[in-house]
C-alpha cells in the first residue's frame, strides 16, 4: 500500500517510528434481538461487565490520583458514578426485556442520545466532551466482549497506538509501558483532551485529531508519528523511514549516556562549575529531572494550573505541588516562575479576550499584577511551600523598573500577612526576575538592585529583539538565536548582574543547544536551565571544554556581525573538542529554529 | 420566577452563570447536592426533564453558560431542596 501522510493536530512532541497497535473500538456490536427467555441471560452478562467496568474505572481513579492529575481524576469519577447510577443499570435493563435488545445493543441505545447530543451541541466545549460522556458506556461494551485493551505486558516490541479516541481511564494504562509506547495516534480528540495532556505528562509523543486514521492504518503498518509537527506519516518508504530513524536516535542518544553522566558534576575541564538545572510543568516531571542528572529546576511553569481547567487553583492547590516538588528535589533548589498567562496562553474564564498583538498584550506580570487576588493566591502558596528552604521564585516578563516595584510590594504584604495568620512559610524566600525585554536587558543595573537572580528566558528574548513573531510561516526562520544583538543582550545582563553581585541563568530552549550552551557559559552565565531531555548532552559539552578557552571563544562572538558568522565559527572551533553523536548533522542553532518553528504551529493551534 | 408554584410542588428558573457550563464536574456537584435530600427533584430544560439525583438524567442537559435550567422539588424537605439547587446553581458550582 502507499505511503501518505495525515496532518492532525501536534498534542505532545517527540518523534515515534514503530509499526501501529490498533485498538478498535466496538462499534460493530452485536445488535441482534434477542429471544425474550434469554433476557435474564444478558442481564447477567451485563451484571458483570458493570461491575468490571467500575474496577477498571476505580483503579484508574488511584492512578490518576496518584499523579496529582485532579481534571482527569474528575472525569473519571463522573464516568464511575454514571456506572453506578441506578438509572443507568434501569435502562439498560428496559432495552433488554422490553425491547428484546441484547446487552450491547441496550448499551448503544441508551448511549447513543448522549453522543448526539454533544456532538451536536452549539459550545464547543461540550462537542469536545462528547468522548468523555461517552467513555463509560464504551468502557462496559469493552469488558462486554471480554475486549479489555490488550496485555500490554506482552508486548515485546515497540508500537504505536492508534485508537478513535482515547478516554483518561483507557491513557493512564499506557504509563507502565512507555518504554514499549512510543507514540500516540488519535483519530478524535483536541489539545486539551485529558488524553493529550496525559500523553504529554507521560512524554508520550502524540497526534490527535488525524482524520482517515481508522481507516487508513492496520494494525502492524509502519508509522512515523511527529507529535511536533503533528503529522503522521502511514508505510513510510524505506529512505523516508531511514531518515526519521536517524533524527530519532539523535533525539535520543541521551539515553545511552544517562548511566555514565548522571552522576557526574557539571564543571569546564579546568574546573569551572556550572549549575545546570531542568524546566519543568507538572509534579510529575520531577522523576525525569531526577533520572537526567539535573541538578534542581531552574524554571517551574505554571501556567498548567490555569488553563485547561474550569476553575482557578486554590491555595492549598498550589501549596501541595510545590511543595512536593521542593520536597523530592531537596537539598537542590527550585526557582518557580509565577504566572505567565495572556500571550497564547489565556483561559476564557479569567476574562482575556483575543488580542491583535497578544505578545505585546496583557501577559506575563502585567497580567498577574491586574489580577492581584489570583496572583497573591499564588504568592501565599509560593512561601508556605518554601519551608524547606530550596524554593525561589522570579516574575516573567518584566519590562519596567516600576513593575517590579509593584511585584515586590505585593510580595513583602503577603510576608506579613503570612506572619500576622502565623502560618509556617520562608521569610528569606529569594525573588529573581526573567530577562526576556529588551527594555529588561536595558534597565538591567537597576533591577539587579532589587532582585536575587536574573533568568534570561531566551524564546521571548529574541523575539521581542529581532521583532520576530515565531508563528509567523514565513518570517519563522529569521528566529535567530545567534544572532549578534541576541548575544551582545545576554552579555549585558550578566555584567549589570556581576555589577550588583548576582547571577545569571539562561533557562530558554537556546540554552539546550550544546555549542550554544557553551558560548553562554564563555559569557559567564551561571545557569543553564533546559528540558530533562537535553540535560545528559548539555553535561558532556561543558565537561569537554576549558572556561578560558569558551570566554575566549564567547568574547570573539560578541564582535561578529550576523548569526551565520558566529555559526561557522563555532562549529570550527568547538566541533573538535565536543563527541561527535551530540552534535548529529545539524548546524550549531539549527535545532533551535526547528524548535521554535515546531512551537510556533502549536501556539497558532491554542490561540485559533 | 416561579418558585411560588402550586400547592406542594416549588419551582424555580435558574441561569447557568459558571464559565464552562454543566460539564461533568458541574454535574457531579449537582447530582451530590441534590441526593441529600428526600424530596423528588426534577430538572428540566427546553422540553426535556430529567430525575435531577442521577448523573445520566444530569449529564443529559448539557447545559452550556447562559441555558436556563428550571428546577421542580416535591416531597417533605421541598423547600430546602429547592433553596440549595438554587444556591449551587448561583455559587457556580463551587467554582470561582
Same mark, same amino acid.
Given at each position: ?8 493536530? *501536534? ?68 464516568? $464511575? ?39 451536536? %451541541? ?32 506482552? $508486548? ?134 531526577? $533520572? ?17 481547567? *474550569? ?58 499584577? +491586574? ?100 508563528? +509567523? ?7 535567530? *538565536? ?9 552579555? %549585558? ?116 | ?96
Amino acid at each position: 500500500m502507499k505511503s501518505r501522510t495525515l496532518t492532525g493536530i *501536534p498534542a505532545s512532541p517527540g518523534f515515534g517510528v514503530a509499526p501501529a497497535l490498533v485498538l478498535r473500538s466496538p462499534e460493530a456490536a452485536d445488535l441482534r434481538r434477542i429471544a425474550p427467555e434469554e433476557a435474564e441471560g444478558e442481564l447477567e452478562r451485563l451484571r458483570g461487565a458493570l461491575a468490571r467496568a467500575r474496577q477498571e474505572l476505580a483503579q484508574a481513579l488511584v492512578e490518576l490520583a496518584e499523579l496529582g492529575e485532579h481534571e482527569a481524576r474528575d472525569m473519571v469519577e463522573v464516568e $464511575l458514578m454514571v456506572l453506578e447510577d441506578p438509572a443507568s443499570f434501569a435502562a439498560f435493563a428496559e432495552r433488554i426485556r422490553g425491547e428484546q435488545l441484547s446487552a450491547e445493543g441496550a448499551i448503544q441505545a441508551v448511549s447513543a442520545p448522549y453522543t448526539e447530543r454533544y456532538s451536536a %451541541h452549539t459550545d464547543p466545549r461540550f462537542r469536545d466532551r462528547a468522548l468523555d460522556v461517552a467513555a463509560a458506556f464504551r468502557a462496559v461494551l469493552n469488558h462486554l466482549q471480554r475486549r479489555e485493551l490488550p496485555s500490554f505486558e506482552r $508486548l515485546q516490541e515497540p508500537v504505536v497506538i492508534v485508537a478513535r479516541d482515547l478516554a483518561p481511564h483507557e491513557t493512564i494504562r499506557f504509563e507502565a509501558h512507555r518504554q514499549r509506547i512510543v507514540a500516540i495516534a488519535t483519530e478524535g480528540g483536541g489539545r486539551t483532551s485529558h488524553s493529550a495532556i496525559l500523553a504529554r505528562t507521560f512524554g508520550i509523543p502524540c497526534v490527535v485529531g488525524a482524520a482517515g486514521l481508522m481507516a487508513e492504518v492496520q494494525s502492524g503498518d509502519w508509522l512515523v508519528v511527529d507529535g511536533f509537527s503533528g503529522t503522521v506519516e502511514l508505510r513510510p518508504s524505506a529512505q523516508a523511514l531511514e531518515r526519521r530513524r536517524r533524527r530519532l536516535r539523535l533525539l535520543t542518544s541521551h539515553r545511552e549516556r544517562l548511566a555514565e553522566l548522571r552522576d557526574l558534576p557539571c564543571v569546564t575541564r579546568d574546573g569551572r562549575r556550572v549549575e545546570l538545572s531542568a524546566n519543568i510543568e507538572l509534579p510529575v516531571e520531577v522523576e525525569h529531572v531526577l $533520572l537526567s542528572g539535573a541538578r534542581g529546576i531552574g524554571l517551574y511553569r505554571t501556567e498548567f494550573f490555569y488553563l485547561d481547567r *474550569p476553575h482557578l487553583p486554590t491555595e492549598e492547590e498550589q501549596l501541595e505541588a510545590y511543595e512536593t516538588v521542593a520536597r523530592r528535589i531537596h537539598p537542590e533548589s527550585v526557582i518557580v516562575r509565577t504566572m505567565d498567562l495572556g500571550g497564547d496562553k489565556v483561559a476564557s474564564y479569567l476574562g482575556a479576550t483575543k488580542e491583535a498583538n497578544p505578545f505585546l498584550g496583557w501577559r506575563g506580570i502585567r497580567f498577574a499584577l +491586574n489580577h492581584p487576588g489570583m496572583f497573591r493566591t499564588q504568592l501565599r502558596a509560593i512561601y508556605r511551600a518554601g519551608v524547606h528552604g530550596n524554593l525561589k521564585m522570579m516574575f516573567p516578563m518584566v519590562t519596567t523598573y516600576a513593575e517590579l516595584e509593584q511585584a515586590l510590594g505585593l510580595c513583602a504584604e503577603v510576608r506579613a500577612e503570612l506572619a500576622r495568620e502565623g502560618l509556617a512559610h520562608d521569610p528569606a524566600l529569594p525573588i529573581g526576575m526573567m530577562v526576556e525585554t529588551p527594555s529588561a536587558v536595558w534597565s538591567a543595573d537597576h533591577m539587579a538592585r532589587r532582585v536575587a537572580f536574573f533568568s534570561v528566558g531566551s524564546n521571548d528574548l529574541i523575539q521581542y529583539t529581532l521583532a520576530i513573531d515565531r508563528g +509567523n510561516e514565513r518570517i519563522a526562520h529569521l528566529y535567530e *538565536p545567534l544572532e549578534p544583538a541576541i548575544l551582545r543582550s545576554v552579555d %549585558h545582563a550578566v555584567r549589570a548582574g556581576r555589577t550588583a553581585g548576582i547571577w545569571t541563568g539562561v533557562c530558554g530552549e537556546m540554552a539546550g543547544d550544546p555549542r550554544v550552551a557553551v558560548l553562554l557559559v564563555g559569557l559567564d552565565v551561571e545557569e543553564l536551565s533546559v528540558s530533562p531531555f537535553d540535560v545528559p548532552r548539555l553535561k558532556s559539552a561543558v565537561r569537554a571544554v576549558d572556561d578560558a578557552h569558551a570566554r575566549a571563544v564567547a568574547q570573539a562572538c560578541l564582535e561578529m556581525r550576523s548569526a551565520a558568522e558566529v555559526r561557522a565559527y563555532l562549529a570550527r572551533e568547538l566541533d573538535p573538542l565536543l563527541p561527535r553523536d551530540l552534535l548529529g548533522e545539524a548546524e550549531p542553532g539549527e535545532e533551535n529554529r526547528e524548535a521554535a518553528a515546531a512551537a510556533g504551529e502549536s501556539d497558532e493551534e491554542g490561540v485559533a | 420566577m416561579g418558585d411560588a408554584g402550586a400547592l406542594t410542588v416549588r419551582e424555580a428558573t435558574l441561569v447557568i452563570r459558571n464559565q464552562q457550563g454543566m460539564h461533568a464536574r458541574a454535574c457531579q456537584v449537582f447530582v451530590r447536592t441534590a441526593s441529600r435530600f428526600r424530596s423528588k427533584i426534577i430538572v428540566g430544560r427546553d422540553d426535556l426533564e430529567v430525575d435531577g439525583k442521577s448523573i445520566l438524567g444530569v449529564l443529559m442537559l448539557a447545559a452550556e453558560p447562559g441555558a436556563e435550567i428550571h428546577v421542580r422539588t416535591e416531597g417533605v424537605d421541598e423547600a430546602e431542596a429547592l433553596e440549595a439547587m438554587r444556591q449551587i446553581v448561583e455559587d457556580k458550582f463551587g467554582e470561582e
